[in-house]
């Protein structure tokens, strides 16, 4: 059971209201920091993926599962150019470092479609 916010709430009441009613008060609010009444909710963390989903990487790249690899060629040198960081080198640090995150995403997403691609392509024949 906690106990220090009771009584650090009733000291700090007795000495802001000089008064008995205020460690009283005090006490009372301290319990309720104890309780949690005022935590902010939290979510539950969500379920462990085991990884990226095959949606989930042509969806970072804009393209349908059903695109050929030219449009999905396309997609990735477009994506590329836009946030690539050397394009924006000169930018604030925020957005340099947005940016590399996005273009980490993205290789990683190209890099993850081609090789399933690749051993689709080798698995059927």
Not at 37 to 58: H, I, N
Not at 89 to 105: I, K, V
Request: net charge positive; proline share 6%.
């Amino acid at each position: 059971m906690k106990w220090y916010g009771k009584l650090i709430g009733a000291v700090i009441g007795w000495m802001l209201l000089r008064h008995p009613a205020g460690a009283l008060l005090g006490a009372v609010i301290g319990h309720a920091f104890d309780a949690g009444w005022f935590a902010l909710a939290r979510k539950p963390p969500p379920a462990p993926r085991s990884g990226p989903q095959p949606q989930d990487d042509y969806r970072i790249l804009g393209v349908a599962e059903a695109c050929s690899d030219e449009e999905l060629d396309r997609a990735y040198r477009r994506l590329m150019s836009q946030y690539h960081p050397d394009r924006v080198a000169g930018a604030a640090d925020e957005f340099r470092e947005l940016a590399e995150q996005r273009s980490r995403s993205i290789n990683a997403a190209y890099d993850r479609v081609r090789t399933r691609r690749r051993h689709a392509s080798t698995d059927s024949h």
